[in-house]
């Protein structure tokens, strides 16, 4: 950040929660940034695409549940108001649905075969607003933490340790799923990572900063039944 003035941020209401909850976790001061806020209709679910008019058919899926088109907060926002594009379902919470209706092993089939997709690109990490580490433990050798060629053993392992270091901080931009090449629904896991974490500790991604989450806070009172 500059010594001195203000570094103005464009921001969409996913991108506000990315930048609330870096804030919540000391990497940028409010005071630093001038947020200027844009109605958002939605993105194209595809940024292989381009040049596709934004429709019901194109609409990213994270687009489908956000409930904020404008971005509360900002230092300045235009009056416009977006126009709305009508939607039929909310369609992670469709899909979240249909994969907790499975059998446990069923569900373990399906993400073995969505993660052997992978070819470890790093392109889910690279567009990650909380990716931010300067070395990420995937990419440590000594001692080799998650094997590095996009092997099933391997892939697996990176795509269930980035969803359980992503729970609770997850702005749900999706972007990640976006820029996947092979795409792997990986927001669809961040989702149902979310919505375990808003039942167990009613805690979920907002516009209110949070010095800490309730994966990394810690209270005697907490359940512990879980402790065998």
């Not at 464009?10 to 929660?17: A, H, I, N």
């Not at 194109?58 to 971005?71: D, G, M, R």
């Not at 979240?96 to 690109?121: D, G, H, V």
Request: glycine residues 6%; charged residues 25%; proline residues 7%.
């Amino acid at each position: 950040m500059p010594k001195s003035g203000r570094v103005g941020i464009v921001v969409k209401s996913c991108d506000l929660k990315a930048l609330v909850g870096l804030m919540g976790e000391s990497q940028l001061k409010r005071e630093q940034i001038y947020l200027i806020g844009i109605p958002c209709s939605g993105v194209l679910a595809s940024v292989m695409q381009p040049n596709q008019h934004l429709t019901t058919a194109s609409i990213a899926a994270k687009c489908t549940e956000c409930t904020e088109l404008i971005p509360p907060g900002c230092d300045f926002t235009p009056t416009v108001e977006p126009p709305a594009i009508s939607v039929l379902e909310q369609r992670y919470a469709a899909e979240i649905a249909r994969l907790e209706a499975m059998t446990p092993a069923e569900r373990w089939e399906y993400w073995k075969e969505q993660f052997s997709k992978c070819i470890k690109c790093y392109a889910c990490r690279q567009v990650c607003p909380f990716c931010f580490c300067e070395q990420c433990l995937c990419d440590r050798n000594r001692p080799q933490m998650v094997e590095q060629t996009p092997r099933p053993a391997g892939n697996t392992a990176w795509h269930l340790m980035r969803a359980m270091h992503l729970a609770g901080r997850c702005a749900g931009c999706a972007e990640c799923e976006r820029v996947c090449p092979m795409d792997i629904p990986l927001n669809l896991l961040n989702r149902k990572m979310a919505k375990e974490l808003k039942e167990l500790f009613g805690s979920e991604a907002g516009f209110t900063v949070q010095d800490k989450g309730p994966l990394n806070s810690y209270d005697e009172h907490d359940d512990q039944s879980f402790i065998r």
